[in-house]
Every structure is written in C-alpha cells, then in structure tokens.
C-alpha cells in the first residue's frame, strides 16, 4: 500500500501565499508522475500542476505564473508553492502520485486532501 500526505493548506487574504507539501510512503517502487490536483463542489477534479519523471511540468492556465511546483525524488516529496493567491483558488487541493509498488503493479495514488481559503 502507498500513502501520500499533504500538509500546508490554510486561510490567506488574497494577494498572499502559501506552499503545500506531500510526502509518499509504503510500498514504492518508483514514482512517475507526481503532483496537484483541486476539487470544487459538484464539478469534477481537475489538474493544477504537475511534474514527471523526465522533469517536464504542466500547469492549469489560470495558475500559470502564479504557482510552481517541485519535486525531490530522493525523498518522493511533491510541493506546491501558491503566490499571488485568489478567492477563486479557494477548493481542496489534492496531491497524486502515478506509483509503481514492490510488487510492479503501477496504480494512481491520492492524498486525502487539504483545505486552501483564500478571503479577506
């Protein structure tokens, strides 16, 4: 089993930052692709940011240049640095990675998910 847990989630004010992190463990093989996706009510999960194996990246057009993701492979971390934040950022973000485990099987991972609020 893998599990992946984020942290860093929270209120800003618009206009402001913050930086979200997810860490995976269990039974792991290799990683492939690692990343951030987001959830608003009644609408369907969509990609906000993220990075494969190679180091390529994909973004969400309404986050480009505004939020950056990176990755450490040696300690199988994911985080998401949020800048200039807006109340339409406000959802959970979740982080997802595309896992091979010790038993060469590969699956799709999901953290449980972490509140972001962006109000003044």
């Known amino acids: 089993q893998v599990e992946l847990v984020e942290s860093g989630g929270g209120l800003v004010q618009p206009g402001g930052s913050l930086r979200l992190s997810c860490a995976a463990s269990?039974?792991?093989?290799?990683?492939?692709?690692m990343g951030w996706y987001r959830q608003a009510p009644g609408k369907e999960r969509e990609l906000v940011a993220i990075m494969h194996s190679t180091g390529s990246t994909n973004y969400a057009d309404s986050v480009k240049g505004r939020y950056t993701i990176s990755r450490d492979n040696t300690k199988n971390t994911v985080a998401l640095q949020m800048n200039s934040l807006k109340p339409e950022d406000t959802t959970v973000y979740y982080c997802y990675a595309q896992v091979r485990d010790t038993s060469s099987r590969v699956h799709p991972s999901w953290g449980q998910g972490t509140q972001v609020t962006v109000s003044s």
């Open positions: 269990g039974s792991i093989f290799s990683i492939y692709a």
